[in-house]
C-alpha cells in the first residue's frame, strides 16, 4: 500500500479540501486549533483562490479555505520550502482575506474573524520548540489583547514535532504524525485508525483511489519540489564559488536566479505545455522577490492566458 505525500499541495488539497472532506477538516481544524476540543461543529469548504478587486493588487492561491459555523474564515497553507519574504506572506493573505470580505456600501460590523492556519516543513521560530504558534493582536507592554482582535496566525512547525508512533498522546499529535509522515508509510497504523476521520483520510491518501490524471499532477509537483530544493543548494553553491573568484556577493544570488529560472521553464512547460518566447522573456526579466512569486502561484494556473495575467500583474 502507497500514500500520496500531505505534504505535496495537490495531495494536501486533495485529503482535506475535496468534497467528501468535511468531517476530516473539522477534526484536523479542532485539533490543531482546539487542542481536539469539539469547538468547530460544521463548515463549508470554499474556492481558495483570492481573486483581486482592484487592479494592480496580487492574485493568491491558498490550499484550503473555509467557513466555519460561528463565521470565522480559515485559510490552510502547506509550505514544503522556505522562501524569501514568507512570513510577510502570511499575513498579506490573512489580510486580504479579511478585506475581501467586504463590497462597496457593506459595513465594517459585517466582518468576521479570519485564522490563517500555516504547516511549514521547516522551522519558522527559533528559540523555542512549540510546534504550534498561535498569534494576535496585543499591546505592547500590557499584552492585553486588541478589541477586535479578528485575525489569527497559527503555525505548525513540522521539523520540531519530535514523537513517534508510540509516543502519540492525543488526537493533535495524531493528526501532525499524520502530516509528516504518511508519505513514507506503508500500512494504516493501527493507533491512527481508531480516529473515524484519520482512517478516512488514509482512504483517501491511497494511491489506488487516484485517477492517471492526479497520478500525473502529483508526480510533477512532487518532482517540481524536489527540484526546488536541489536548484537552492545548486545555486548557493555556484554563487558562492562565483562570488569567491569575483571578489562580490552578487554572484550568489545570480547563480540561484538562474537556476531558479530554468527550474520554472521547465515545471511551467510540464504543466501548461511549451511557453512561446514572449512568456519565456517575461519570466526572465522577474526579479528575484517576483520568481519566487512566481514559484508559489504556478500550481494555480491551468492554461497559459493565466500564467500571462500573472506575468501583467506582476511584472510592473
Known amino acids: 500500500m502507497r500514500f500520496i505525500n500531505p505534504k505535496i499541495d495537490f495531495a494536501f488539497k486533495k485529503i482535506f479540501g475535496s468534497a467528501q472532506s468535511n468531517d476530516i477538516l473539522i477534526s484536523f481544524l479542532n485539533a490543531i486549533l482546539y487542542e481536539g476540543r469539539?469547538?468547530?461543529e460544521s463548515l463549508e469548504?470554499?474556492?481558495p483562490y483570492l481573486a483581486p478587486q482592484i487592479a494592480g493588487v496580487k492574485n493568491s492561491y491558498l490550499d484550503v479555505k473555509?467557513?466555519?459555523?460561528?463565521?470565522?474564515?480559515v485559510?490552510?497553507?502547506m509550505q514544503v520550502l522556505k522562501v524569501q519574504a514568507f512570513g510577510k506572506r502570511v499575513l498579506y493573505n490573512a489580510a486580504k482575506t479579511y478585506a475581501l470580505q467586504l463590497t462597496r456600501g457593506e459595513l465594517y460590523q459585517q466582518l468576521?474573524?479570519?485564522?490563517a492556519l500555516t504547516i511549514t516543513d521547516f522551522e519558522m521560530f527559533s528559540g523555542h520548540q512549540d510546534v504550534i504558534s498561535h498569534f494576535v493582536f496585543k499591546e505592547r507592554t500590557r499584552l492585553s489583547d486588541y478589541l477586535q482582535n479578528d485575525i489569527e496566525l497559527v503555525f505548525v512547525e513540522l521539523p520540531k514535532f519530535k514523537k513517534e508512533l508510540d509516543q502519540l498522546e492525543n488526537i493533535t499529535d495524531k493528526w501532525i504524525y499524520f502530516i509528516k509522515t504518511t508519505g513514507t508509510l506503508d500500512e494504516v497504523p493501527q493507533t491512527m485508525a481508531t480516529v473515524p476521520q484519520i482512517q478516512k483520510a488514509f482512504e483517501i491518501a491511497n494511491e489506488v483511489s487516484l485517477t492517471q490524471d492526479e497520478l500525473n499532477t502529483l508526480q510533477q509537483q512532487e518532482f517540481f519540489a524536489q527540484d526546488q530544493e536541489s536548484s537552492v543548494a545548486v545555486g548557493r553553491e555556484e554563487g558562492r564559488q562565483e562570488g569567491r573568484q569575483e571578489g562580490r556577493q552578487e554572484g550568489r544570488q545570480e547563480g540561484r536566479q538562474e537556476a531558479q529560472i530554468e527550474l520554472i521553464m521547465l515545471s511551467l512547460n510540464r504543466l501548461l505545455g511549451q511557453l512561446n518566447p514572449e512568456i519565456e522573456r517575461r519570466i526572465q526579466q522577474l526579479s528575484s522577490d517576483q520568481l519566487e512569486n512566481l514559484v508559489n502561484d504556478l500550481w494555480g494556473f491551468s492554461n497559459l492566458e493565466e500564467l500571462s495575467n500573472w506575468l501583467e500583474d506582476n511584472s510592473q
Open 38 to 40: 469539539s469547538i468547530i
Open 45 to 47: 469548504i470554499l474556492d
Open 66 to 73: 473555509a467557513l466555519l459555523n460561528d463565521g470565522t474564515f
Open 75 to 77: 485559510i490552510i497553507e
Open 112 to 115: 468576521r474573524p479570519v485564522i
